[in-house]
């Protein structure tokens, strides 16, 4: 299998371009403490958001696609084992104003394609009801 990892794709005629790196990658771990405070803003503060650290945890996260335009990180995600054949989607998140363009689809289409190239089959998914314009674009 070719190696994946730190790959670089751009979509013909568009400026973002789409790096496979993986979990440690210091612009993925910056976006994901952007994503946490996103998150902590829909449940009305870091008050309503004890509880939620489990989720925001990196480990074991050692495939993800951060999207960038130009050099600047503008979205990400990654997966991580779950079981024989079945991977979970991770910290899916795209800066505010590059939402509504197809970045998202972009890299869950990446993250898709890697981990078929690493043999998963299945991909799980969770989410919440507060993030229903990514429940939309799961869907």
Not at 37 to 61: C, K, M, P, Y
Not at 97 to 125: C, F, S
Request: net charge negative; charged share 25%.
């Amino acid at each position: 299998m070719p190696d994946i990892k730190n790959s670089s794709v751009r979509e013909e005629g568009s400026p973002i371009n789409y790096v496979c790196t993986d979990g440690d990658h210091p612009d993925f771990v910056d976006l994901c403490i952007e994503l946490n405070g996103f998150l902590s803003q829909l449940v009305g503060g870091w008050q309503n958001w004890q509880g939620n650290h489990l989720f925001t945890q990196l480990d074991g996260i050692n495939d993800v696609i951060i999207a960038y335009d130009g050099t600047q990180p503008i979205g990400c995600g990654g997966f991580k084992h779950y079981d024989d054949g079945r991977a979970e989607i991770k910290r899916v998140f795209v800066r505010e104003d590059y939402r509504n363009k197809g970045i998202a689809r972009m890299i869950m289409e990446r993250l898709a394609m890697v981990a078929r190239a690493k043999d998963y089959h299945h991909l799980i998914l969770e989410t919440g009801e507060l993030l229903a314009e990514a429940m939309k674009m799961y869907h």
